[in-house]
Nanobody, 121 residues
Framework: QVQLVESGGGLVQAGGSLRLSCAASGRIFSINAMGWYRQAPGKERELVASVTRGGGTNYADSVKGRFTISRDNAKNTVYLQMNSLKPEDTGVYYC???????????????WGQGTQVTVSS
């Protein structure tokens, strides 16, 4: 009913930049907060950044000043601009959206399938 699809991952050298996108589609009535999470090998998934529908943002301390999250409500899309990348930023990046579909008035969390980001030293 609702799908989130990430794109933009890849391999980049330390100090480089990548821009991730996540587009939501399907039976969408409204989307609340959207966020980016990452999971490194052998570690738990962690929040990287989130953005409310009104544009309020929150960042993990490890990415403050380097990453910028934004969203386009008209396109149901959230972005993550990642600058000054470090090897420790390597992992699978997932987007999540709090989505109210057209069938029920309840918001559910939907996840994308993930996109790999690898930062070489």
């Amino acid at each position: 009913q609702v799908q989130l699809v990430e794109s933009g991952g890849g391999l980049v050298q330390a100090g480089g930049s990548l821009r991730l996108s996540c587009a939501a589609s399907g039976r969408i009535f409204s989307i609340n907060a959207m966020g980016w999470y990452r999971q490194a090998p052998g570690k738990e998934r962690e929040l990287v950044a989130s953005v409310t529908r009104g544009g309020g943002t929150n960042y993990a301390d490890s990415v403050k000043g380097r990453f910028t999250i934004s969203r386009d409500n008209a396109k149901n899309t959230v972005y993550l601009q990642m600058n000054s990348l470090k090897p420790e930023d390597t992992g699978v990046y997932y987007c999540k959206g709090g989505v109210q579909n057209t069938i029920t008035p309840v918001f559910y969390d939907y996840w994308g399938q993930g996109t790999q980001v690898t930062v070489s030293s």
